[in-house]
């Protein structure tokens, strides 16, 4: 088992990449803690969790309350004595025209996807620096190439880019392994509760959800990649094809980008 006795916390961890992260560090000997807004929805994780005799915990937090990332660290530690991964997987979407955006939405998504990742870093990182262990964000595509109508989302995974490039190099000496895993279009719940202009949710996926790739598959690189202490993992032949193309025609790849936008069903652009 790769990750016998190691303790991983994953946020976000009630569906689609964190859950089946919380199955495939489990299943690898880890012992987990999940966190989630719903104490409903963790439980439905941890009966998962349980059936594959996976020993984990649920805490109840909100990604975007800097306090409840500090007692979700305390919680974890108190419980399994440590922490040697920390998964920083929480993250909202949204679907709307920068010029009809709430800007409102665009701080909530700032909030929850680039501050959840500082906050719960932040209070894990004593206990991962003394285990020498790894610090994980799921970031994305659009870390390395933005996409319109997406601006918020954009936004917050260059930022998570950067500052997980820039922490990487400050723990270089500590022996601290820090991974960006930026996947591409993923099987999950994240199209449908993407946010539009005012904030509500889109409630359907404006993707064809069955030709992408499964949350268990970017749990199993994921598990591999840090077993291997990368760096970095980009998933998916497009998300490959995108970040290589827009480093050596961004201006072409504009156009590109632009109009396959435009081809969502209820496109904004329409």
Not at 64 to 80: L, P, T, V
Not at 223 to 242: C, D, P, S
Request: glycine share 8%.
């Amino acid at each position: 088992m790769k990750f016998k006795n190691k303790v991983v916390v994953i946020t976000g961890a009630t569906s689609g990449i964190g859950e089946a992260c919380a199955i495939a560090f489990g299943k690898e000997g880890a012992q987990v803690v999940i966190t989630g807004r719903s104490q409903l929805k963790l439980d439905n994780s941890l009966i998962k969790l349980q059936k594959e005799g996976i020993d984990a915990i649920g805490i109840v937090a909100d990604a975007a309350i800097e306090e409840d990332n500090r007692k979700m660290a305390e919680k974890a530690i108190s419980h399994f004595g440590k922490i040697d991964i920390l998964i920083n997987n929480v993250g909202i979407s949204m679907r709307a025209l920068f010029q009809d955006l709430d800007i409102e939405v665009f701080k909530k998504v700032m909030d929850i996807n680039f501050w959840g990742a500082v906050y719960a870093t932040k209070y894990c990182l004593e206990s991962i620096t003394q285990q020498k262990g790894s610090i994980i964000g799921i970031s994305s595509i659009n870390g390395y190439r933005g996409t319109p109508a997406r601006t918020a989302y954009t936004a917050s995974k260059f930022a998570m880019n950067g500052f997980f490039e820039s922490l990487r190099t400050e723990l270089l000496k500590k022996d601290v392994h820090v991974l960006v895993a930026c996947p591409g279009f993923t099987t999950s719940n994240i199209r449908s509760n993407a946010l539009l202009a005012d904030g509500t949710p889109q409630g359907a996926s404006p993707r064809d959800e069955a030709k992408m790739m499964s949350a268990e598959e970017v749990a199993s690189y994921i598990v591999e990649a840090t077993a291997k202490r990368k760096r970095e993992i980009v998933l998916t032949t497009q998300g490959k094809l995108a970040v290589f193309l827009n480093k050596w025609i961004p201006g072409i790849m504009d156009g590109v980008v632009y109009n396959q936008m435009a081809k969502e069903k209820d496109s904004p652009f329409k």
